[in-house]
């Protein structure tokens, strides 16, 4: 009973969360802080913030965390199911829908002044990101260096990944973080 | 059957090493398409923004789109869990030692060094977005024409979603499906 209340109560967050990040919490909070009493705020705030900092998706980290402290290992997979299941099935419709769709004049036209809006969008993620993440010189150059690599080179985004975290530990022990 | 191995493969990284969200997938979706060929630049531009307008977590939506792209629904389902697969793995581990992860000197000093990281790859796929949408390199190599690599119409819908999203106070809080939907307006309306 237990992992289908988990399984609804996840889904129902899926299918509240537009967009993701920051516009996830206050449903999260509703429905797993306020209506079901699995977790406190500052659980809640703790799985978020470690969610945040581990790779994958952030939705889908808070929901394995919560899904685990309630059932266990099979409450955090089906906690997980639950998240995405919203997702898997209005993507797929509406993909399946615009695959037919596609060839039309107007909806192309359309695409092309969405694709606009995106870049925008992408920008402006950007900048709220820039804010976190760029806080000294050190981080300043890793950006643009790992920026001006990837547009240019295009290697896979792991060989950055993997060097970046190898260089903030270096970078730490050298004492040049914050200056 | 070897396209869905590969596609759960291909997720199964993108899940591993996405660190930082939704967005964070996005240059290693356009590495897919680089080295896959299954989807093009301008497909992924158009599944970002359906990814954006609808419920979902955009990493969840992305990856059952571009799986569906590829290969149907069982592309779909296999590209999502491919991608939550690692999450659900490394966020079991991490549970049991919450507390001493979060304290950790070298878990810390790692995500010092992976935030930039993170911002770094997705405006290097941001510009991936900008030469398609803002504009036309092939019209450019058509004509000749200097002036002709400027996508005008775009370039000044951009200039104008810029400053309504950043510089119009109630406008900032607004959610992007509002932008989303003008845009597409104005797309048909001036036919792109």
């Known amino acids: ?179 | 059957m070897m396209l869905l191995l590969r596609l759960f493969w291909e997720f199964f990284k993108t899940g591993l090493f996405a660190v930082g969200g939704g967005m964070a997938t996005l240059p290693f979706l356009y590495n897919i398409s680089d080295s896959t060929g299954w989807f093009t630049h301008a497909q992924l531009a158009d599944m970002i923004a359906v990814s954006e307008s609808t419920p979902g977590p955009i990493g969840v939506n992305m990856a059952t789109y571009v799986g569906f792209t590829t290969a149907g629904i069982p592309g779909a389902v296999v590209a999502t869990v491919g991608l939550v697969t690692p999450s659900v793995i490394i966020i079991l581990l991490i549970a049991r030692v919450l507390a001493s992860f979060r304290q950790n000197k070298y878990v810390d000093a790692a995500f010092y060094g992976l935030r930039p990281c993170s911002v770094g790859l997705i405006a290097a796929a941001g510009l991936l977005v900008v030469k398609i949408a803002l504009f036309d390199f092939d019209l450019f190599h058509q004509t000749g024409r200097l002036l002709d690599v400027f996508n005008v119409k775009a370039l000044v819908l951009a200039a104008v979603l810029l400053i309504l999203t950043r510089g119009v106070k109630q406008l900032k809080k607004l959610h992007p499906v509002v932008f989303i939907a003008a845009s597409a307006i104005i797309g048909i309306l001036f036919s792109f």
């Open chain 1, 1 to 179: 009973m237990n992992l289908w209340n988990l399984f609804v109560s996840f889904a129902k967050v899926g299918v509240l969360t537009f967009g993701g990040g920051y516009a996830m919490i206050p449903i999260l909070e509703r429905e797993i802080v306020d209506k079901q009493g699995w977790a406190s705020s500052e659980e809640l705030m703790d799985y978020y913030a470690v969610g945040q900092c581990t790779p994958g998706v952030i939705a889908v980290n808070t929901a394995t965390f919560i899904g685990r402290k309630v059932a266990g290992v099979p409450g955090g997979i089906v906690a997980t199911a639950g998240v995405v299941f919203p997702s898997m099935v209005i993507i797929t419709v509406i993909a399946g829908i615009l695959s037919n769709f596609a060839d039309i004049p107007a909806v192309q036209s359309a695409f092309a002044g969405i694709r606009v809006c995106v870049c925008v969008l992408i920008f402006n993620a950007v900048l709220k990101l820039w804010k976190a993440a760029v806080p000294d010189k050190a981080t300043l150059v890793l950006a643009v260096l790992v920026f001006v690599l990837s547009f240019f080179l295009k290697p896979s985004p792991v060989v950055f990944v993997v060097f970046c975290a190898a260089a903030g530990i270096l970078l730490t022990r050298l004492g040049v973080r914050g200056k």
